[in-house]
Antibody, heavy 123, light 110 residues
């Protein structure tokens, strides 16, 4: 069974750096085709894709946020970390991690999602 | 970057009725890169449809996707009480390796 779980601070101050961790099970990021992505959702608003890392350690970022984002993986721990710098109140959102299985028929979508973690940016 | 526009913003229907949701892309896209998700309050999104028309594992056959080019449709043939939710379309941009979501359509009980 594939599961993903997000963790990180519930509250950060403006200008601080946010570090979120996605811990997953049921698959490995060393397996060809496996990828983990981050998606966020401000309260009452739409989903916004942020970043993705794949089994070859290739990294992809949202065009509008790429200067503030860094994604990395620790294959031995089954974890993916997202760092977002210079946080602002508009970054208040629920942050989700999700799996992409590139070699599956669902390959261009995210087939399994974590439950999300809410992050509030406020002084 | 492709922009996805979903319509209507809100759809008010009764259980048993048919729901038709639209997703329009700002330029022609490959059907292979178009997906639909369902999101209920307080829950994570769930993959419904990929490749524009293929149902994900465990998705009931009352959900169907269709379309090509710039116009895509998610149809729920007969609404069940558990289908009242927000639905998002998503596109993968192969040129940039990035994803885009539409702004969502809320299907609410009339």
């Amino acid at each position: 069974q594939v599961t993903l779980r997000e963790s990180g601070p519930a509250l950060v101050k403006p200008t601080q750096t946010l570090t979120l961790t996605c811990t997953f099970s049921g698959f490995s990021l060393s397996t060809s085709g496996m990828c983990v992505s981050w998606v966020r959702q401000p309260p009452g608003k739409a989903l916004e894709w942020l970043a993705l890392i794949d089994w070859e350690d290739d990294k992809f970022y949202s065009t509008s946020l790429k200067t503030r984002l860094a994604i990395s993986k620790d294959t031995s721990k089954n974890q993916v970390v997202l760092i977002m710098t210079n946080m602002d109140p508009v970054d208040t959102a629920t942050y989700y991690c999700a799996r992409r299985n590139y070699f599956d028929s669902t390959g261009y979508a995210f087939d399994i999602w974590g439950q999300g973690t809410m992050v509030t940016v406020s002084s | 970057e492709i922009v996805l526009t979903q319509s209507p913003g809100t759809l008010s229907l009764s259980p048993g009725e048919r729901a038709t949701l639209s997703c329009r892309a700002s330029q022609s896209v490959s059907s292979s890169y178009l997906a639909w998700y369902q999101q209920k309050p307080g829950q994570a999104p769930r993959l419904l449809i990929y490749d524009a028309s293929s149902r994900a594992t465990g998705i009931p056959d009352r959900f169907s996707g269709s379309g090509s080019g710039t116009d895509f449709t998610l149809t729920i043939s007969r609404l069940e009480p558990e289908d009242f939710a927000v639905y998002y379309c998503q596109h993968y941009g192969s040129a940039t390796g990035t994803w885009t979501f539409g702004q969502g359509t809320k299907v609410e009980i009339k």
